[in-house]
Structures are given as C-alpha cells and as structure tokens.
C-alpha cells in the first residue's frame, strides 16, 4: 500500500501544524518506490518528469493535488491554442499541455535558474518541440526583481515556497530577470489559454494582464491562490474575481489541495 501522506486533507493539516517539511523528507528517505523519473498519465499521452529532489518529490507525488486542474486543462485543448504557462516551475503543465496536443503553441516563463534548467529537461525527456522556454518571471516592468527563497529547499528545482512576497521563513533572495506584461505580445502570439501561479502577485499581475483578458481569443484563464501568503487577502481575491468578471469570464473555484493553494478558474 502506498503511504498517504500527500492526500490533500491530511497535506493540509500537515501544513498547518508545521509538520509538512519533515513528513517530506521521511516519505522521500523511506519510499521503496521512488525513482529519478515519473510517469502520467493525464490525457491521451502520458508524460514524464524527473523527480530527484525532495521539493520535486512533493510536488509529484499523487500530483500533490493538482489532478482537477490538470484534468480540466487538458481536457479542454484543441489544435489552434496558444498557452502561456506563468511560473511554469519544472513544467507540470506546459508538459502536460504541449504533449496531449503537439500543435498547440506553448511559452513557458519561469525565472529561476534551477527550475528553469529543470523544465528544459523535462521538455526534452518529452521530446517536446513546440514549447519555448523563457527564463523571465512577468511583472510591471522589464526589470530585475528579488525573489526570496526558502531557506531549505529554495535552491533545489521543484521548490513551492519561494516568493516575490518576503515571508517570515525566508532568509535569502536572488536576483531574476522580468518581463513586462504588457510587452506581451511584442514577442508572442495572442493566448487562449494562461495559467498564473506567481507565488503571491496574483493581483498584481493580473492588472497587468487586463489587456489579454478582455482578447476575444482568450478562452481560459487558471490561477493559484496561496492562503498563508498576502495575496489571499479577500480583497485581492475579490479584485481578481472583478477583473475576469468585467472581462467576459465565468468564475469558478477549483479546490483540489483541501484548501491549501485553489485555483481560480475563468472560462468564456
């Protein structure tokens, strides 16, 4: 029988009592089953990625809760979409996406430096060749930014808990490069589909993005909220609900995780 850990209820009780890093790293010492590839199936084509961290471990085992968002996602693509993968971390998504269908367009951004060599990687252990990788968060400006990473695991690929938020666990930042997101598509084709998950500048961003929204092309939009951080604030919550709803969309909750990071789904 395979341990339970990383069932969402008992994940998220493991988080609130800060339990969830050392139950981690026993399940990845103890597991009799771990290996340095995993394979899912998600559509039609099963992927695989690498698993060598613990931070990779977590994320990957039974998905860590990302299974009906993915499912949805997928479950939805035709040939002529266009995907932008927003902190595409070691690129769950865009290699979901960019192997279920091959036609579709896909720009991942990701800016550090460890994931992103990760999710190239993971693009060519796929054979994927419509996925461009870019090695830049999207912010305000074209810039450098700070991103304060977790003190344990923050230089490890696969890693969750870094932040443009500096939050009371973190000790340390690096530099990265940004892209503007409103110089968008001075580079890129229009999306139909984006996925947002930028550790805590949800709102922020989505600003930002208001422009790409209100594109009749636009027919998907999923962003992952993060309950401990700023960004879940109602308020911002709220205004990110407001500005898909002024833009055309239907708003919905995609809760996977027991709570711990739901995703807001729109759909036109």
């Known amino acids: 029988m395979k341990p339970v ?7 998220n009780y493991l988080e609130k009592i800060g339990k969830l890093t050392e139950a981690t790293k026993l399940l990845y010492r103890i597991n009799p089953f771990r290996s340095r590839i995993k394979q899912f199936e998600i559509g039609n084509n ?14 990957l085992y039974n998905l860590s809760g ?12 035709e040939e002529d979409d266009v995907f932008y993968d927003i902190g595409a971390n070691i690129g769950l998504y865009t290699c979901s996406v960019a192997s279920e269908v091959p036609e579709i367009e896909v720009f991942s951004f990701e800016p550090l430096d460890i994931n992103y060599e990760r999710l190239k990687q993971n693009c060519e252990l796929n054979n994927l060749e419509n996925v461009e990788i870019i090695n830049k968060g999207v912010g305000k400006q074209s810039t450098t930014e700070k991103i304060y990473v977790d003190p344990e695991f923050g230089h490890q690929s696969g ?3 870094n932040s443009f938020l500096k939050e009371p666990y973190h000790q340390e930042s690096v530099e990265v490069e940004m892209l503007a997101a409103r110089k968008l598509l001075d580079h890129y084709p229009k999306p139909t589909i984006i996925k947002i998950d930028v550790e805590g ?11 790409l929204f209100n ?5 998907r939009v999923y962003i992952e909220f993060h309950p401990k951080k700023k960004s879940f604030q109602n308020s911002d919550k709220e205004s990110v609900k407001n500005i898909l709803e002024a833009n055309g969309f239907e708003v919905s909750w995609i809760d996977d995780k027991g709570g711990s990071h739901p995703y807001m789904r729109g759909l036109k």
Do not use: H, W
Not at 46 to 59: G, M, S
């Open 66 to 77: 990302e299974k009906e968002v993915l499912f949805d996602l997928v479950g939805s693509l």
């Open 46 to 59: 099963p992927i695989k990625l690498y698993r060598e961290t613990e931070p990779e471990f977590a994320q």
């Open 201 to 211: 500048m949800e709102k922020e961003l989505c600003e930002e993005l208001e422009y």
């Open 215 to 219: 594109l009749d092309c636009l027919k």
């Open 5 to 11: 850990i990383y069932s969402p209820k008992l994940k």
């Open 159 to 161: 890693i969750g808990r």
